[in-house]
């Protein structure tokens, strides 16, 4: 049974960093896309980040480049989200997903994911 978990959610101070962990299970190999999704309080799900399967980049929405910083230690089968600088609006539960495919459109992205986590709330107020 494939399993995604996040951890490292919570409450943080605007300005303040945080790391959303996810560890993977029941794949049977390390050859799929994995990424983290979004979603705000009455927003749409936002696709923030995703690593390749075929060559390990990683892609990042415009509206998170240069505070959201993703990596994936194999070994570990762990993904995590670094999240810099925080403010209110990244707010919300995100997802760890997998098994996405990868489209182009005046820049890379990760869509249509096959497993998700249960999602992990991140609230940011002062």
């Known amino acids: 049974e494939v399993q995604l978990v996040e951890s490292g959610g919570g409450l943080v101070q605007p300005g303040g960093s945080l790391r959303l962990s996810c560890v993977a299970s029941g794949f049977t190999d390390d050859d799929y896309p994995i990424g983290w999704i979004r979603q705000a309080p009455g927003k749409e799900r936002e696709g923030v980040s995703c690593?390749?399967?075929?060559?390990?980049?990683?892609y990042y929405a415009d509206s998170v480049k240069g505070r959201f910083t993703m990596s994936r230690d194999l070994g570990k089968k762990t993904v995590y989200l670094r999240i810099d600088d925080l403010k209110p609006e990244d707010t919300g539960v995100y997802y760890c997903v997998a098994e996405g495919l990868i489209y182009y459109n005046r820049g890379y992205y990760c869509d249509d994911w096959h497993s998700w986590g249960q999602g992990i709330q991140v609230n940011v107020s002062s």
């Open positions: 690593i390749t399967d075929t060559d390990g980049a990683t």
